[in-house]
């Protein structure tokens, strides 16, 4: 069970090689207690090698394998049943996603359809699943690692932005849903942050470290919030986002 301090016997990543993932485990994993970590992913990832170690440098006693592929829907019961059957978890990460190019995803048909079954269909298809798991033992905190592109839907990025905000609501929901049985969720909310996933993008006013997202994570889990804006400014833009007219967010360059 998560401890007052923040550690762990059992953490679950899905999404097992994302970087911003691997730095929240880290976190949790640094607080001490050589917790077990699963690793959900792709077993024929190139960086899964790489996983194992981040996550054994930073304090973990033992990491286990599962294969996770996120546009496998069907596959997602076996995966979380392999996941929880050494007993329980206490905290599940749900940090896999992808951004794609943007002006390409609104016309194109498949790569659009894709991007939303890996940002919003799996993340609903694994969340319900831990829902139910983390219900029947009683405890257990899910992270779900969102954007503040799901706050304000924006024409640069609407198909991902889209995605992100059905995720971003359905997690705040099973949140709800989950409050009297001793489950708890905290949605996470980075914009840009500096990962291989962003390089060769320009970089965007109030980007962020991988480790500045795992710091806000896992403090916002800790204190039992609901959602956390990694840079503490987005909360009040976001607000005023949601009150600008049509007209002038079209005039607007981001």
Known sequence: MLNAVGQAQHILLLGGTSEIGLAIVG???????????????RQDSPRIDA???DVTAAGAGQVRLVDF???????????IDAAFQDGDVDVAVVAFGTLGDQEQLWQDHAAAVESAQINYTAALSVGVLLG??????????????SSVAGQKVRRS???YGASKAGMDNFYLQLGEALRDSGVRVTVVRPGQVRTKMTE??????????KEDV?????????????????????????????????????????
């Open 157 to 159: 990025n609407f198909v």
């Open 200 to 209: 060769g993008l320009g970089e965007a006013p109030l980007t962020v470290n």
């Open 132 to 145: 139910q798991h983390l219900r029947a033992q009683g405890h257990g905190t899910i992270i779900a690692l």
């Open 69 to 79: 592929d996120a546009l496998d829907v069907s596959s997602h019961p076996d995966v």
């Open 27 to 41: 976190e949790l994993a640094s607080r001490g207690g050589s917790p077990t970590v699963t690793l959900a992913a």
């Open 214 to 254: 795992a710091q806000a994570a896992v403090s916002a889990a800790l204190e039992g919030q609901r959602s956390v804006f990694v840079h503490k400014a987005f909360g009040p833009i976001s607000f005023v986002l949601q009150h600008i007219p049509a007209p002038i967010m079209r005039r607007l360059s981001f």
């Open 51 to 53: 996983a194992v170690a």
